[in-house]
């Protein structure tokens, strides 16, 4: 018994073979089958895939946004596009914690998160939508407002937490103030205002920022 150096291009992986080399130059013998190490088959039908492996033609399936030739396993589903790509490909979307496609999530009007566009329903993403109101004596509230002591100015306040980001709204006589913070180091992702009765925000100056936040 020995074995027969199964050669794909660069990569090469070996097939116990029985027999002379006579033999099988002869044709008088014929190495046993490959056993492919993704699908278990036995196959004298075998490619490289581009990190090397030697498999089965039928297991290989290409990313559709690098065209890199790879197993099924590799390959993620976008919720969004449908397209199945490698997971280097994917970011997880804020909201839904779904994997997506980065290049198929938009940014939500209001918060600016880059989210799955489904959460995105009337101008802005589900957590957008499911802000409630806080109180000031909310711990979240309470940090907030210890940091950006301006901020104690306005009343009311409407709150969302979401794996990332704390989404607040407070409205005065004139204007609605929007605020987006990092959860973690609490700086400000987006500060914006709008007219009392406008749904479009408009980002503030630097110069507001700092007046803002005080
Ligand atoms: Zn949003």
């Not at 929007?178 to 709008?194: I, N, W």
């Amino acid at each position: 018994t020995g074995k027969l150096a199964l050669v794909v291009g660069e990569h090469s992986v070996d097939v116990p073979f029985s027999g002379w080399a006579k033999m099988l130059a002869d044709g008088q013998a014929q190495p046993g089958p490959y056993q492919c190490p993704i699908s278990g088959d036995q196959t004298y039908r075998v490619a490289a895939i581009d990190d090397g492996r030697i498999v089965n033609t039928r297991a290989i399936v290409e990313c559709e946004q690098s065209g890199h030739r790879t197993i099924s396993d590799d390959l993620v589903t976008c919720p969004v596009t449908g397209r199945r790509a490698l997971h280097s490909f994917f970011e997880v979307c804020p909201v839904s914690g779904e994997r997506v496609l980065a290049v198929a999530l938009a940014p939500c009007p209001v918060c600016q998160q880059r989210v799955n566009p489904q959460v995105v329903k009337g101008n802005a993403c589900l957590a957008c939508r499911s802000m409630r109101s806080v109180r000031k004596e909310d711990p979240r509230m309470a940090r907030l407002l210890d940091e950006y002591p301006g901020l104690d100015h306005w009343r009311k306040w409407k709150l969302f937490e979401s794996s990332r980001v704390y989404i607040l709204q407070t409205a005065g006589f004139a204007r609605s103030l929007l605020l987006v913070f990092d959860k973690e180091t609490m700086e400000p992702y987006r500060v914006a205002m709008a007219g009392r009765f406008s749904a479009t925000w408009a980002d503030v100056s630097d110069l507001q920022r700092d007046e803002i936040l005080g």
